[in-house]
């Protein structure tokens, strides 16, 4: 649930909801910018999934390889594939925390968009509860914002991971 919510899935879902008052240009420009969001937030997210998933098989085979870069450190030529193999092991090691953490911090942000728009829901008609862009709950301009948010987060997050992971690993 708070995945949906916090790509405004549920908003999305309210976009294809046109009035007779729209014009044909937004009758047919709203379906295709709610389709193109969708899009966009299942492929980050299944991108998240594999990379976890391809995380977790590596370290499984690295945990079955471990004794192999201590017998290969014994001898000099074969010194190279070890120092390979604590490369590999500490880059997946360090990916998966670096991806929790942003993932965190996107859902984070989700909760605390979702939570002042709770907020400005309960208050009386006509009481402001702060900035209109961040208290928003329709997926007007607070919606694309709270969306873009989300996937910047986790897009970061996972090009965060590979770099930390990478120089971790060396």
């Known amino acids: 649930s708070l995945i949906v ?20 240009l937004e009758a047919l420009a709203t379906p295709i910018v709610a389709i193109i969001f969708l899009v966009v937030g299942v492929m980050t997210i299944l991108a998240l999934v594999v990379i976890l ?8 085979i ?3 390889l ?27 090691l360090i990916t998966g925390p670096v ?12 909760r605390l968009v979702d939570a ?3 907020l400005k829901s309960s208050l009386p008609v006509g009481t402001e509860a702060g900035p209109e862009v961040f208290l928003s709950s329709g997926f007007g301009t607070t919606g694309v914002i709270n969306y873009i948010i989300a996937i910047g987060l986790l897009m970061g997050g996972m090009m965060m991971a590979q ?3 990478g120089a971790g690993g060396k």
Do not use: C, H
């Open 5 to 24: 919510s916090g790509f405004g899935g549920k908003s999305i879902l309210d976009l294809a909801k046109l009035s007779n008052n729209d014009s044909f």
């Open 53 to 60: 998933i391809a995380r977790i098989v590596m370290l499984w």
């Open 62 to 64: 690295l945990t079955v």
């Open 66 to 92: 471990s004794p192999m870069p201590w017998i290969l450190n014994i001898l000099p030529s074969t010194s190279k594939y070890a120092s390979q193999w604590w490369q590999e092991w500490t880059k997946n």
């Open 99 to 110: 991806l929790a953490f942003f993932l965190w911090l996107a859902f984070m942000m989700i």
């Open 116 to 118: 002042q728009a709770m």
């Open 163 to 165: 770099q930390i992971g």
